[in-house]
């Protein structure tokens, strides 16, 4: 092997150890990063929300409750005005 292939192996050898060690911190640093956690509870809060709204809207719509309870709203509304 000639001197030029040694040091070339050699600086080969070094950067892919300082590109693992810089891929580890990179590693590191997206694990302990904490900076999307609340946007990612706000959005399963959402998410929660929407499916309890959406099998309370199921299960009224099958029923009379929101219609009768509009047509109350609107009666004692009406009393209260004449």
Do not use: H, P
Not at 42 to 67: N, P, Q
Request: hydrophobic share 45%; with cysteine.
């Amino acid at each position: 092997m000639t001197r030029y292939a040694v040091e070339r192996r050699m600086t080969v050898d070094s950067e892919r150890r300082c590109d693992m060690q810089g891929l580890v911190e990179l590693g590191r640093q997206l694990w302990e990063d904490e900076s999307g956690q609340s946007t990612a509870e706000y959005a399963l809060v959402i998410l929660g929300a929407a499916a309890i709204a959406g099998a309370l809207i199921a299960w009224a719509g099958g029923t009379d409750v929101i219609k009768n309870f509009f047509d109350k709203i609107f009666s004692q509304l009406m009393s209260g005005l004449g």
